[in-house]
């Protein structure tokens, strides 16, 4: 099993074609400050264009919490976006540019989930609260163990969260009347109402299982050619945003060149046949 150093997260290869990617600050919860927002980014770019990685699988270590979301000490401080210190930014306008520049950040960190070409599974235990419920959002998959407990919990501490989950919740659920609900209360709410408003796929009695669940979908995904999966989720994405008509135009155009791959031949031969195909690095 490989593994790749950083310092806020733990980054594993224990099967072919898989990553494991842990949120790895189990002493605070995996509370999430600026550098690990930092470097999640730089965990999924470099995912996103590794060969030798078909899946990421996203949990978070310890047995406590997948994440209790932003970490208050740091919120607290004075001189944070939340506590500016008195002699500064005495402009409110310089003072907005630079909450701006900072926000544009964060929002550039959480979208390396979603933007990664490879397909991202998430696995959720104990507590996701707050950002982590962002961090869950730009996943492709999630699923969770039986004890979660969700919340979207910005609106507690007086502001509304711009980093996320406000733009993604509402296209990920089929209730707006939810996403409403459990936004503006900032409410908790567990496994069971996340499986039945459609936020996560699946329950699992224990992490254990949510993440002997997250593998095995992973290795699915790993058998199948790469440019197939990430193709669809590259169209899926594209298409959510846009008229039908627009991802109808958009997915003839791409697929009239990535049609043309091996991978297509080597499938059918496998189908025919009822062998398991072997494809190529993409």
């Not at 406590?64 to 004075?78: H, M, N, P, Q, T």
């Not at 009695?205 to 995904?221: G, I, N, Q, S, Y």
């Amino acid at each position: 099993m490989s593994e790749n150093i950083y310092t806020y997260f733990r980054v594993t290869v224990p099967e072919p074609w898989i990553a494991h990617v842990e949120i790895h600050r189990p002493d605070q919860l995996n509370a999430i400050i600026p550098e690990l927002w930092l470097e999640l980014r730089t965990v999924f770019d470099r995912l996103s264009i590794d060969p030798s990685v078909r899946a990421v699988i996203f949990s978070g270590s310890g047995e406590r919490a997948f994440s209790v979301g932003i970490d208050l000490k740091w919120v607290s401080k004075e001189g944070s976006p939340f506590i500016p210190r008195s002699d500064e930014y005495a402009d409110p306008a310089r003072r907005a540019a630079a909450l701006r520049l900072w926000g544009v950040e964060f929002q550039e960190c959480i979208t390396s989930i979603e933007k990664c070409q490879k397909p991202v599974i998430c696995v959720l235990h104990g507590f996701a609260l707050g950002a982590a419920a962002d961090f869950c959002a730009a996943a492709d998959v999630r699923i969770c163990s039986k004890g979660t407990i969700f919340c979207v919990k910005e609106v507690d501490i007086g502001i509304a969260s711009d980093i996320g989950i406000l733009a993604r919740l509402p296209k990920v659920v089929g209730s707006y009347t939810w996403v409403k609900d459990v936004t503006m209360t900032g409410r908790n709410f567990d496994a069971d109402e996340a499986r039945r408003e459609g936020f996560v796929s699946s329950v699992l009695p224990t992490k254990k299982d949510a993440l002997a669940e997250a593998f095995k979908m992973a290795r699915t995904l790993s058998e199948k050619s790469p440019v197939a999966v990430q193709t669809v989720k590259h169209f899926l994405d594209y298409s959510r945003d846009r008229t039908v008509a627009d991802g109808l135009q958009y997915q003839l155009a791409y697929n009239t060149a990535v049609i043309q791959t091996n991978d297509v031949p080597v499938a059918i031969r496998a189908l025919v046949s009822k062998k398991v195909p072997t494809f190529e690095k993409l």
